[in-house]
């Protein structure tokens, strides 16, 4: 052997040692990063599972007995969503039936319609005593 063969030093190792930790660390990124979205993925979907529970909780007529729900189905909605409600809109939520009906148009076809006359789309953040007609 010569002695340029013998005298190999670290930058010479570098491309195989890169190899080597590419073909582990690569595949194991791709693992941890479709992990972290599944993960995202399967939360906002049990978020949505949630919302649509209090929705259905708040469209039942308020009974006594259910108040403490009601309640918690209005912090749901409040916590999921991104314009906060009033603590006026929240005890609106909490003591009368609200009707929930959208069409899939735009986004402001949305409209809350609570028994007390009160109504609220997400261009009209009021929802006590502004009554308005649907559209």
Known sequence: MTTEAKSK????????????????????????????YSMSMKDTENRLKYVELAVSILRAEPQAESAPLRAWAADVLNDQSVVKLSPEAMAVLKDHKVEISWSTATPSDLYF???????????????????TANP
């Open 9 to 36: 030093d670290g930058w010479d190792k570098l491309p195989a040692v890169a190899a080597l930790l590419a073909s582990v660390l690569v595949p194991l990124a791709v693992v941890i990063v479709g992990n972290v």
């Open 113 to 131: 319609s609570v028994t007390s006359g009160a109504k609220a789309s997400p261009d009209d953040r009021n929802m006590v005593g502004k009554p």
